[in-house]
């Protein structure tokens, strides 16, 4: 009996995925061919594990040895993340980064000089403004931490939100206040998804600019630049509403954000751009570069036309 011909995998490139989906309790496994969750019932849901960017693992997840592989290889990032999001435990990386992207970007990071070029270029998109002269990375961290605080209270005092400070205990999420915990849970969402990114163009997300010392340092750089024009103000809507559940309405508004800001499409050539401020030539790929998990041929026709 012959095989059947199938036609060969081709990933789906990260700006055209669903941005996360979150699983709170079931079993994550791969049955008849197909990424699904199986309840403590038995009933399963499948996902479409292929079209998505993150997969979100809160508390009472269970995932399978196969259930990763194929994750892998689709280059879908696993992340595991404490309860509504407050906490990013770890990831699983989706297929692997590259060896010339991380030293060349450990190369900008080591320079001094290349730093800050990056730093400034950071604050630049971000704030649409170059920022001030002669000022060191630490001194410029200052000013954005000032402008940052401005910004929450301006956001708060737009949406009629009551607004101490940016506060919230690890341990105990019912503590926080409910913009607090809007915000813990929009961040998560956006943290996710930089990180996918990250890793799918091939960078380290632990070699960071602005922040340092982390394992999600560069994942937080990312993540500022487009912080305040996507998920704060989403977090400060639904916190004035005071609804019942607001964490998971504060996803569902994020992942509906992120769909109408194509946000999926900005991030890599964003990082593309704040690289190359450091002024420093991108080095080629070395000729015993490990090839990605799925190949993908370049062929006749439009991406998704089988010819």
């Known amino acids: 009996m012959t095989e059947p011909i199938l036609p060969p995998l081709k990933p789906l490139p990260i700006k055209d995925r669903i941005s996360v989906v979150y699983v709170e309790r079931g079993n994550l496994d791969v049955l008849d061919g197909a990424f699904v969750v199986v309840d403590k019932t038995g009933v399963r849901t499948h996902i479409p594990i292929g079209g998505v960017a993150c997969l979100m693992l809160e508390p009472g997840a269970r995932v399978s040895h196969s259930a990763v592989v194929l994750a892998a290889r689709v280059g879908c990032l696993l992340v595991w993340i404490g309860e509504a999001g407050v906490r990013m435990y770890a990831a699983g990386q989706p297929g692997g980064a590259r060896a ?8 900008l990071a080591l320079d001094d000089t290349s730093r800050l070029k990056v730093v400034r270029k950071m604050y630049a998109i971000r704030f649409q403004e170059e920022p001030p002269e002669r000022r060191s990375v630490d001194q410029l961290r200052g000013i954005e931490g000032v402008r940052v605080r401005k910004m929450y209270e301006l ?16 341990s105990e999420w019912g503590s926080g206040d409910v913009p607090n915990r809007c915000l813990s849970s929009a961040t998560a969402c956006l943290y996710g998804i930089c990180e996918a990114a990250i890793l799918a163009a091939g960078y380290a997300p632990a070699i960071g600019f602005i922040h340092t010392g982390k394992p999600q340092s560069f994942v937080y750089d990312v993540a500022d630049i487009f912080k305040f024009e996507t998920v704060v103000p989403v977090a400060f809507r639904i916190a004035a509403r005071q609804p ?26 964003t990082i593309e751009q704040v690289l190359a ?25 439009d991406p998704g036309q089988r010819v």
């Open 277 to 301: 401020a450091g002024g420093l030539e991108v080095p080629k790929a070395h000729e015993e570069a490990v090839v990605p998990a799925i190949p993908n041929k370049e062929g006749l026709g």
């Open 244 to 269: 019942r559940n607001p964490e998971r309405e504060v996803r569902l508004a994020c992942r509906d954000a992120f769909r109408q800001s194509k946000l999926l499409q900005r991030i890599i050539p």
């Open 100 to 107: 010339d992207r991380l030293l060349y970007q450990a190369k």
């Open 155 to 170: 956001l708060a005092r737009q949406h009629g939100v009551e607004w101490q400070r940016r506060n919230y205990d690890h």
